[in-house]
T-cell receptor, first 114, second 114 residues
Framework: SAVISQKPSRDICQRGTSLTIQCQVD?????MFWYRQQPGQSLTLIAT?????????ESGFVIDKFPISRPNLTFSTLTVSNMSPEDSSIYLC???????????FGPGTRLTVT | AQSVTQPDIHITVSEGASLELRCNYS??????LFWYVQSPGQGLQLLLK??????LVQGIKGFEAEFKRSQSSFNLRKPSVHWSDAAEYFC????????????FGTGTRLQVTL
């Protein structure tokens, strides 16, 4: 398994601003993902954070809105840009440590946009 | 495209009673199936997984799940529910290689009455 931390754990932001969420893992991992969980909803994959290359975004998500960095094998950031109330969600990072078939999740960042 | 259906949005059981949460999936190849639990305000915890082999898999916290290919199902069971099992349960499907990104069901909220 892996120990994953996220910062901040929660934040309240104003419309039009940006927030950067950090994800730190206690071991080197190849694959990291970012998910969004809108209120009362399931998880939706935003993108795969690739180390050393651009992130791979899922349909409906674009780099200008959700830029992602992955400077090394233990760290990634997700920025939510030009926020609107519709961006109010829980944002979770996940990793695939040793086995490619198991995915572990961070505690999430609860974002509220006013 | 892969998809997951959890037909029960909300289930209430009495403490000590048995539990079965339903999950049906659609996947073009051999699926990798997972059950996660999310307690209020928490991230997701992996309960169990199925990749291949024995179709009855054991997980943590006394949970088990049975893979039935003919029914495209992966139902989660527990013989005796504890009050601390109250949470949201998500079924997910993924695959090998680059498809290790997961598709989640909409979740089943479990309420346990004393």
């Amino acid at each position: 398994s892996a120990v994953i931390s996220q910062k901040p754990s929660r934040d309240i932001c104003q419309r039009g601003t940006s927030l950067t969420i950090q994800c730190q893992v206690d071991s080197q991992v190849t694959m990291m993902f970012w998910y969004r969980q809108q209120p009362g909803q399931s998880l939706t994959l935003i993108a795969t954070a690739n180390q050393g290359s651009e992130a791979t975004y899922e349909s409906g998500f674009v780099i200008d809105k959700f830029p992602i960095s992955r400077p090394n094998l233990t760290f990634s950031t997700l920025t939510v840009s030009n926020m609107s109330p519709e961006d109010s969600s829980i944002y979770l990072c996940s990793v695939v440590p040793g086995s490619i078939y198991e995915q572990y999740f961070g505690p999430g960042t609860r974002l509220t946009v006013t | 495209a892969q998809s997951v259906t959890q037909p029960d949005i909300h289930i209430t059981v009495s403490e000590g009673a048995s539990l079965e949460l339903r999950c049906n999936y659609s996947y073009g190849a051999t699926p990798y199936l997972f059950w996660y639990v999310q307690s209020p305000g928490q991230g997701l915890q992996l309960l169990l997984k199925y990749f291949s082999g024995d179709t009855l898999v054991q997980g943590i916290k006394g949970f088990e799940a049975e893979f039935k290919r003919s029914q495209s199902s992966f139902n989660l069971r527990k013989p005796s529910v504890h009050w601390s099992d109250a949470a949201e349960y998500f079924c997910a499907v993924g695959g090998s290689g680059t498809a290790s990104k997961l598709t989640f069901g909409t979740g089943t909220r479990l309420q346990v009455t004393l």
